[in-house]
């Protein structure tokens, strides 16, 4: 079977997403589904029937390209479905639902030191345990020794294949439930009986098994198609990055960048991650990789931030006829002194509390968009420090193009070498190279050149602002 297709199954926050590749990393076919936001009457939930439905009928049209062989598992973190007797027992929150003031309270006075999880605790339900000890709460009849707890690929491996289990990536992702270093559930999560309800450890690529006969029968992929574990998307961004040989198992720093950015180092072969020196307070944290190993992390909510900034469509700052319009647009911005000062999605980022807002809006289209990029490159370079990035950067992901903000970027840290990557499936690639790690990208890296315009008086008139307006930032 060494010919036969492989499609990854990327289950974003906006987008779901199925991609079909060859073996040799080739994309054959690529359908998107916007993801909706489902009103249970107690709680927002994610949409698991409608994106169900549509995974059935892709995988329709899919099976009729060639023979599939396998099938990987991608999803964002902070999701977890809660399974009874073979079925969904409660709808999976979504992680941007509030959760009231006493729920938060109580998880906040169990939850396990910063210095032992490498998860800070931050805000609605981006902990999972938050979302587990509420659920809990409303419905405690759903949570017992028949309670299986599924992390969000790990649910729809389990959909496909039949069988559960539990993997790394996922469950270490800020999730309040999991000890990195001793690699054992948090004591909140055995003091809430939660450690009882996690199916077997499963690396991500293991193959659990051979599709469900029910998905052979609705979508006519081949009873053989394998079935593997998943992992965790910024994790399977960190696998594709380290296809390159600028990054693979040198010091570098990949920043992942979509709904959110997110920074994280690769320390270098032999060196580890120390936990005590990350400002959890400023949303940082450590994430599990593929291999178990633990990576400093940062992150900031720019894909947001972005869309609020200039409206619903926010790939403006990044669609390619615009860019030479707004490197141009720099210099205009720059002489004005036109800057955003953080943040526009409150309680995230490394300004968690501070409140956003224009300085000098221009009334240019160009322009205000040219501020919005250097905006995030700003916040960018500083998630980048709280981590210790140094030697090399990689951005990938959908504001990769974003030629103001990825120059910008290399204007403001000369010392390290700046790429971009040209992939469009950064993420889905990481999968694929679960199945074959020797997997190279077909493109190089682009390394990226600074600014024309000098920002580095800017970029010293912004941190004077934010000490101003913000001593405590």
Known sequence: MEDGLIVVLDVGKTLA???????????VARETRPNRRIDTGAYIALDVDGIEAWLGETLSAFARLDRIDALVPV???AAACIVRDGVLALPPLDYEQPIPAAMASAHA?????????????LPDGLNLATQLHWLQTLHPQAFDDATRILLWPQYWAWRLSGVMASELTSLGCHSDVWRPADATPSDYAQAMGWDRMLPPLRGAGDVLGPIAAEWTACSGLPATTAIHCGLHDSNAALL???GFAEIAGDEATVLSTGTWFVAMRTPGDGAEAD????????????NIDAAGRMIPSARFMGGREIEVLTGLDSRRIDIKPD???LLAAVAEVVAAGAMILPTFAPGFGPFPDSRGRWIAMPTDEYARRAAVSLYAALVADVSLGLVGASG????????????????ALASLRPDVAIYASNAHNDVSYGALRLLNPALRPAEP?????PLEVDVTGYRDAWHRELVRLEPAA
């Open 275 to 286: 936990i005590a020196v990350l400002p959890a307070h400023r949303d940082c944290l450590v």
């Open 17 to 27: 997403k199925l991609t079909v590749w060859t073996r040799a990393g080739d994309v």
């Open 75 to 77: 999803g964002h973190g």
């Open 109 to 121: 006075a169990m939850r396990d030191p910063f210095a032992f999880t490498g998860s800070p605790l």
């Open 240 to 242: 594709a990055a380290r």
């Open 323 to 325: 860019q030479p319009a």
């Open 392 to 407: 090399r950067v990689l951005v990938e992901g959908r504001f990769a193009e974003a030629e103001v903000f990825v120059r």
């Open 445 to 449: 890296l682009q390394r990226i050149a």
